[in-house]
T-cell receptor, first 112, second 112 residues
């Protein structure tokens, strides 16, 4: 049972490049989330999804996009990378809206 | 707006001593509260939650938390700290649609 799997673990991007952070879960959870974690700060919600085909913005969605074509996968897209997007990105999922979150191990992204 | 505050960036305790990591919250209605732990280069792991019921909640690894409605607090406690408890701890409150708002985190260091 892998839980929540994120790839890649690390990535360095140049300003203006684009990339997709992958997230997949094998727990059949409907609810999935993308957070970013900056040093000394808590996690900020970027986007979330309550089921396949349904996504919505979180607290800091600018510069990102998501899709949810299957229950298992919830990729996060950065179209035009900026230094302000340097962060650690975590994908999480939950069984119900009130259930604890299950987190992946994160993707450390640096934009230079 | 719902919010969570962790007033201490750092907590230092000696091994074998009791530990407390503080959390206060501001929500409208009944709070759903969580504690998570993060080890280096890993995602957050769920420790315990308060939904309703007993004010003392027991969780993983010997941790417990005390819900205090009058003081709007949800402090994390452990009677006897271990060196292996050293990590970053996050308090979170559940908002609408299953979205969580996290505190900025408290680094716990347990010294032998």
């Amino acid at each position: 049972n892998a839980g929540v799997t994120q790839t890649p673990k690390f990535r360095i991007l140049k300003i203006g490049q684009s990339m997709t952070l992958q997230c997949t879960q094998d727990m059949n959870h409907n609810y999935m989330y993308w957070y970013r974690q900056d040093p000394g700060m808590g996690l900020k919600l970027i986007y979330y999804s309550v089921g396949a085909g349904i996504t919505d913005k979180g607290e800091v969605p600018n510069g990102y996009n998501v899709s949810r074509s299957t229950t298992e996968d919830f990729p996060l897209r950065l179209e035009l990378a900026a230094p302000s997007q340097t962060s650690v990105y975590f994908c999480a999922s939950s069984y119900t809206p009130n259930s604890p979150l299950h987190f992946g191990n994160g993707t450390r992204l640096t934009v230079t | 707006a719902q919010s969570v505050a962790q007033p201490e960036d750092q907590v230092n305790v000696a091994e074998g001593n009791p530990l407390t990591v503080k959390c206060t919250y501001s929500v409208s209605g009944n709070p759903y509260l969580f504690w998570y732990v993060q080890y280096p280069n890993r995602g957050l792991q769920f420790l315990l939650k308060y939904i309703t019921g007993d004010n003392l909640v027991k969780g993983s690894y010997g941790f417990e938390a005390e819900f205090n409605k009058s003081q709007t607090s949800f402090h994390l406690k452990k009677p006897s700290a271990l060196v292996s408890d050293s990590a970053l701890y996050f308090c979170a409150v559940l908002t609408n649609a299953g979205k969580s708002t996290f505190g900025d985190g408290t680094t716990l260091t347990v010294k032998p």
